[in-house]
């Protein structure tokens, strides 16, 4: 199975300060087809998990731009440009490009 | 915009079996993979297995051989996961979610206790 390894596993930002988060997967997540198979979560509290990038960069629908995915085959970013209080939850990368999917072990964003 | 409700919560026996279906709606249910992802309270996400409705193929994670089920009606739009021989171990929230986990479902809280 792909292994994903993602760091730290806190963070305590003051509001509009940024945020960084890393993930990093043991096996290259770039497919023939020129996709990378790296997504990313967060499960603000009590709700079910919500999709911020995917393919390693692309913002979802409806997600801020201060959300930014970056990086390729087993090394990836998400960045937060200016953190806001809505943005309190757990964050989750998970490779999609080989079965099982496996997900990072999760980030806790708290605010200061 | 598809949108996915599931069934409700359950507590089950130890030894015993469960079924959570997964309703899409607002969406065409042939063109989506129906993937399952399981949280036990507390720690972090878990993908179970998928189906691809259209096809009727469905894939499951290796801890999982022999007692998980997914299947879909496309008649009623509907995916179900089953899980058997559960175990106080698979107390969990258990969710529903399209292609690359794009739309969830609400989450299904499963709780197995003698």
């Known amino acids: 199975d792909v292994v994903m390894t993602q760091s730290p596993l806190s963070l305590s930002v003051t509001p509009g300060q940024p945020a960084s988060i890393s993930c990093k997967s043991s096996?290259?997540?770039?497919?023939?087809?020129?996709?990378?198979?790296l997504f990313w979560y967060v499960q603000k509290p009590g709700q079910s998990p919500q999709l911020l990038i995917s393919?390693?960069?692309s913002r979802f629908s409806g997600v801020p731009d201060r959300f930014s995915g970056s990086g390729s085959e087993t090394s990836f970013t998400l960045k937060i440009s200016g953190v806001e209080a809505d943005d309190v939850g757990i964050y989750y990368c998970?490779?999609?490009?080989?079965?099982?999917?496996?997900f990072g072990q999760g980030t806790r964003l708290e605010i200061k | 915009q598809v949108q996915l409700v599931q069934s409700g919560a359950e507590v089950k026996k130890p030894g015993s079996s469960v079924r959570v279906s997964c309703k899409a709606s607002?969406?065409?249910?042939?063109?989506?993979?129906i993937q399952w992802v399981r949280q036990v309270p507390g720690l972090g996400l878990e993908w179970m297995g998928r189906?691809?409705?259209?096809?009727?193929?469905?894939d499951f994670t290796q801890r999982f051989q022999g007692r998980v089920t997914i299947t879909a009606d496309m008649s009623s739009n509907t995916a179900y996961l089953e899980l058997s021989n559960l175990q106080s171990e698979d107390t969990a929230l258990y969710y529903c979610?399209?292609?690359?986990?794009?739309?969830w479902g609400q989450g299904t809280m499963v709780t197995v206790s003698s």
């Open positions: 998970m490779q999609g490009i080989q079965i099982p999917y496996t």
């Open positions: 979610a399209t292609d690359y986990l794009d739309v």
């Open positions: 189906i691809i409705p259209i096809l009727d193929v469905s």
């Open positions: 393919e390693g960069a």
């Open positions: 607002g969406g065409t249910f042939s063109t989506y993979t």
């Open positions: 096996q290259s997540l770039l497919h023939g087809d020129g996709k990378t198979f």
